[in-house]
């Protein structure tokens, strides 16, 4: 994620959060749509993304990718980073990054599973009672 100041030309509601990266040791800048908090089924929420590494002391650290995930609360705050460098950097999918992001993206999942079977029931109680009221009529 680079710091782009366009970006609030282009977007001029977008709402500017800044993080403390714990790889980069810097603190980064993001944009977030203002409805982006709205209608999560948990809070804080995860937000997961891809930056590059900034402030590297290395050459080799230069363009090496940081998987990061920020958990954002209801009004856009951060409340947490967690951030894990990529080893390789012409492989992103190393083994502990991929380990990471099946991890994340299991919870995702069961999150969104509960979240179907509590549409589930709640449809189901829905169509017992348009049915009662289809045979009262
Ligand atoms: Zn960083």
Do not use: W
């Amino acid at each position: 994620m680079t710091n782009s100041p366009s970006l609030t030309e282009i977007e001029p509601n977008m709402v500017k959060k800044i993080f403390q990266c714990p790889i980069c040791k810097r603190t980064h800048q993001i944009y977030f749509p203002p409805e982006f908090a709205k209608n999560r089924s948990k809070y804080p929420f995860t937000y997961i993304f891809i930056h590059s590494f900034q402030n590297a002391d290395s050459i080799e650290d230069k363009d090496k990718d940081v998987l990061t995930t920020l958990y954002i609360d209801a009004h856009l705050n951060i409340r947490g980073v967690e951030a894990i460098i990529a080893e390789d950097d012409t492989n992103i999918l190393s083994k502990e990054v991929s380990k990471a992001m099946v991890s994340k993206l299991t919870k995702v999942i069961m999150e969104m599973q509960i979240e179907h079977d509590q549409l589930a029931e709640k449809y189901a109680v829905l169509r017992d009672k348009y049915n009662e009221l289809v045979k009262k009529n």
